[in-house]
T-cell receptor, first 113, second 111 residues
Framework: KAGVTQTPRYLIKTRGQQVTLSCSPI?????VSWYQQTPGQGLQFLFE???????NKGNFPGRFSGRQFSNSRSEMNVSTLELGDSALYLC????????????FGPGTRLTVL | AQSVSQHNHHVILSEAASLELGCNYS??????LFWYVQYPGQHLQLLLK??????LVKGIKGFEAEFIKSKFSFNLRKPSVQWSDTAEYFC?????????FGKGNQVVVIP
């Protein structure tokens, strides 16, 4: 089974721009979660999508948004980029049940200049 | 909301030494606990998990962890480390379909 894939792997943007990141989950998985990883804050939960609906949301500003498509692929969008948004953005896929395990992709490294 | 604390963020040890990483969690519901590992240049991988049953769980590469409910702990152990165990280790607790991670332990094994 193919693992979780994320595109692009690296992105460089400037302040004020917006960016869209993509995640393709493991085949058969219906839940996609997004996390932000930074040296200072560690791994923080952004949101989770299940069957095209946002089921959970972390404590991030509204500039961070996402969506999920009918094939379970998910996109994350960050608008009006700030320097502090520089991070590794990780996507995790799972079956979406209460006893599931999340499997992570390689991440997208976003640098905001 | 759930939270996790990990101690001794930087650990340096020699090959064949024993490793123990502490993890304490806070969560009022049924706990699902995980240890993930991130090797240099690689993505986050599952080491082991605990959902229920035997509190001593075994994972990949000789790692094991013990769930102690009374101490809200889920410590990771390996009796004899190898150079290839150099990595960052994260403890996580799952609740409300989200994972809360600790800050991680950066482990360096010297050959």
């Amino acid at each position: 089974k193919a693992g979780v894939t994320q595109t692009p792997r690296y992105l460089i943007k400037t302040r004020g721009q917006q960016v869209t990141l993509s995640c393709s989950p493991i085949s058969g998985h219906r839940s996609v979660s997004w996390y932000q990883q930074t040296p200072g804050q560690g791994l923080q939960f952004l949101f989770e999508y299940f069957s095209e609906t946002q089921r959970n949301k972390g404590n991030f500003p509204g500039r961070f948004s996402g969506r999920q498509f009918s094939n379970s692929r998910s996109e994350m969008n960050v608008s009006t980029l700030e320097l502090g948004d520089s991070a590794l953005y990780l996507c995790a896929s799972s079956s979406g049940t209460s006893l599931d395990t999340q499997y992570f992709g390689p991440g997208t490294r976003l640098t905001v200049l | 909301a759930q939270s996790v604390s990990q101690h001794n963020h930087h650990v340096i040890l020699s090959e064949a030494a024993s490793l123990e990483l502490g993890c304490n969690y806070s969560y009022g519901g049924t706990v699902n606990l995980f240890w993930y590992v991130q090797y240099p240049g690689q993505h986050l991988q599952l080491l082991l998990k605990y959902f229920s049953g035997d509190p001593l769980v075994k994972g990949i590469k000789g790692f094991e962890a013990e769930f102690i409910k009374s101490k809200f702990s889920f410590n990771l152990r390996k009796p004899s480390v190898q150079w290839s165990d150099t990595a960052e280790y994260f403890c996580a607790v799952k609740g409300n379909n989200r994972l809360a991670f600790g800050k991680g332990n950066q482990v360096v094994v010297i050959p």
